[in-house]
């Protein structure tokens, strides 16, 4: 089975967002092999791991910001 990660957010109010995030969540084995699989040369292994929390964002974050050198030569 192959190596899954997935992340994920959700805008609840305003510029708060909750976001998850999970890691090898196949819990695969991560290596390296030298030429074909059979013969590995390193193999490590990491179990699941997840991660939970909230961001907010200022109003005004989003806004594209046009750097000053921009806007002396007329961008």
Known sequence: ?????????FRMYGGLQ???????L??????FYNGSPIYP????YYKPS????????FAGEGKKLVPVAARRCGM
């Open 1 to 9: 089975m192959p190596h899954v990660d997935a992340q994920a957010s």
């Open 18 to 24: 909750f976001i998850a995030a999970g890691l090898n």
């Open 26 to 31: 196949t819990n695969e084995v991560f290596g």
């Open 41 to 44: 040369i390193q193999r490590e």
């Open 50 to 57: 997840y991660e939970f929390g909230l961001r907010y964002t």
